[in-house]
C-alpha cells in the first residue's frame, strides 16, 4: 500500500492543500512551525483516526473553521485505489468515509492505510511512563489485527465504568452485583488484550533484539519483561492462566479499590519492563542507549506488522535526524525497509538519505523543489 494523494482543508495551519507523494522517499523541509509535522499528522490521522502527537481533534481544525479535511487516495499493487475522506469538527461527532460509504467502525479504517511513525518524542517510549509502553503495545496490536481495537475500546469502558462505581462507593447489594458484572467484563476483555500483548511480544522480542544490535553496532543484550500491576507471578509463563490470575487479583485488592475508588486490576495496570544487559533501561541506559531502543522499538514494531500483514506500513519520520549523532542517523538510514517514506527535517539530510521529490513548507503551503 502506499499514499499517493492527500487533499486538506482548513486542517492545522492548511487552509488548502493537493499534493501527491513519490512512491519511494518523499522530503519534507522547512523552518520549525512551518507545518512539516502537521502533513504527517494528516496522514497519521487517515489511517489511525487519531492525532499521532496525542491532541484532541478539536485542536486540528484551523483557527476560526468550524472543521477539518483530509482526503487521501490510496492505493495498492493490485492497481486498485481507495479513497477515504474525514470531516473533523472543532464540534460534534466526525464523519469518515471510505469509497464514499460511511465508516461506522473506526478499527475498519486500519485496514486501508498502515503508518509507522519514527519522532523524536519516541524517546519516552523508554524513559516515559508505562502508558507509553502499553499504547505501543496496543497500536501494533491493532495493526497487526483491527479487531484488538474493539478489546482496547472495551477495557477501556469498563475501567470507567468501574472507576465511575467505586469512587460513588459500593453500598448495597445492587452496587455488589453491579461490581461482579463489571469484574466478568473486566477479566473477559482484559484477559484477551493481555493475551495478545503477550503473543506479540514473543514476535517483537527477536525483532527488537536484531534492530538494536543493528544500529548501536555493540553486544548488549536487550531483555524485557511484560510487569502485571496486579500478579506477582510471570504471567507470559502461563497466558492460559491470565483470566484466573486476574480474578484473584480482583479478589485479593478489592477492599483498597473501594478505599481508593479506582481499579488497581487489568490491562491500565501493566508495565512492559525494557533492559539493557539485565539492568532497567530507563534508570542506567544512556540517553544514546535510551535513543538507539527507543529506534529499535520502532523498527521491530515496523517489522512484526509487515508480516503478519504481508505489506509494509508507511514510514513517517518526523525530523528524527535532529536528535541523534552522525553514527546513529547512519545507522537507522541502513536499516529502515524499502517503502514509502515521508521524512520531515529542519535541518540538512544526513548522507545516505535518497529522495525522490524535495518539497518545502512555508507557512502552511507547499513548494516542490
Known sequence: MRLSKLWLRDFRCYEELDIEFARGCTVVTGSNGQGKTSLLEAVGWIATARSLRGVVDA?????????????????????????????????GRNKILVNKQTLTRKRDL???????????????????????RRDYLDDLLEASAPRYAGVRSDVERIVKQRNALLRSGV???????????????????????????????????????????SLAGSE??????????????????????????????LEALRSREIDRGVSLVGPHRDDWLLELDDLDARNHG???????????????????VAEVVGADPVLLLDDVFSELDPQ???????????????LTT?????????????LRVERGRVIAE
Not at 546513529?328 to 515521508?342: C, F, H, K, V, Y
Open 171 to 213: 453500598r448495597g447489594e445492587s452496587d455488589r452485583n453491579t461490581l461482579e458484572v463489571l469484574d466478568d467484563r473486566l477479566i473477559e476483555n482484559g484477559g484477551e488484550q493481555v493475551r495478545g500483548r503477550l503473543r506479540l511480544i514473543d514476535r517483537l522480542t527477536p525483532e527488537l533484539d536484531g534492530a538494536y544490535a
Open 328 to 342: 546513529r542517523s547512519e545507522a537507522l538510514i541502513a536499516n529502515l525497509p524499502n517503502t514509502q517514506t515521508l
Open 59 to 91: 485542536a486540528l481544525v484551523r483557527s476560526g473553521a468550524e472543521e477539518a479535511i483530509v482526503r487521501a487516495e490510496i492505493s495498492y499493487e493490485t492497481d486498485n485505489t481507495t479513497l477515504v475522506e474525514a470531516a473533523i469538527r472543532a464540534v
Open 286 to 304: 544512556s540517553q544514546g542507549e535510551q535513543r538507539t531502543l527507543a529506534l529499535a522499538m520502532r523498527l521491530a514494531g515496523h517489522r512484526v
Open 110 to 132: 486500519i485496514e486501508n492505510l498502515r503508518v509507522t511513525v519514527f519522532s523524536p518524542d519516541d524517546l519516552d517510549l523508554v524513559k516515559g511512563s508505562p502508558a507509553r
Open 346 to 358: 529542519a535541518s540538512p539530510l544526513p548522507t545516505g538519505v535518497r529522495a525522490d521529490v524535495h
Open 220 to 249: 548488549t543484550v536487550v531483555g524485557n519483561r511484560y510487569v502485571p500491576g496486579w500478579s506477582e507471578s510471570n504471567i507470559a509463563l502461563m497466558p492460559d492462566d491470565v483470566e484466573a490470575r486476574m480474578r484473584g487479583g
